[in-house]
């Protein structure tokens, strides 16, 4: 079920060149160092496709599963990320939209096993109250 979509942003340090900018093209970001989740992650599929798009291979500098820890070596200048904002914002990390990167879909999934009540009730209780597609 689609509850909604998230906006995928370029993180960069602060002290990034492309810091100030509103906005850059995929295409830009060839020669930059990448911080990424491992290759099984959605968002770590949804950045090398984006990037093969734009004709390039992302080079991985490093691979970390949780994004709070992406962020904080993004904060040091070690290398760029694509990212769902965080939820609270990171010192020393700035966001850029990036063109041609289309939001992501929040969904939620239940398992074909039979579901508890519990699980019933929490899924309708979330599905009820998402409003997809948003109201205009």
Do not use: K
């Not at 290759?39 to 090398?48: F, G, K, S």
């Not at 096993?113 to 409003?131: D, E, F, G, I, K």
Request: net charge negative; hydrophobic share 40%; charged share 20%.
């Amino acid at each position: 079920t689609v509850l909604g979509s998230q906006p995928l942003l370029l993180h960069v340090a602060d002290t990034h060149p492309l810091a100030e900018r509103d906005r850059v093209d995929l295409g830009e970001l060839a020669d930059e160092h990448f911080i990424a989740g491992p290759p099984t992650y959605h968002v770590r599929t949804e950045l090398d496709n984006y990037c093969r798009a734009a004709g390039f291979d992302p080079y991985i500098a490093f691979e970390i599963s949780e994004f709070d820890t992406i962020r904080a070596l993004v904060a040091q200048g070690l290398g760029i990320a694509l990212l769902p904002r965080a939820e609270i914002p990171q010192a020393g990390v700035a966001t850029v939209q990036v063109s041609g990167i289309a939001d992501r879909p929040i969904g939620l999934a239940m398992g074909t096993r039979h579901p508890s009540p519990a699980a019933l009730r929490l899924h309708t209780h979330v599905t009820t109250r998402a409003q997809w597609p948003p109201e205009p």
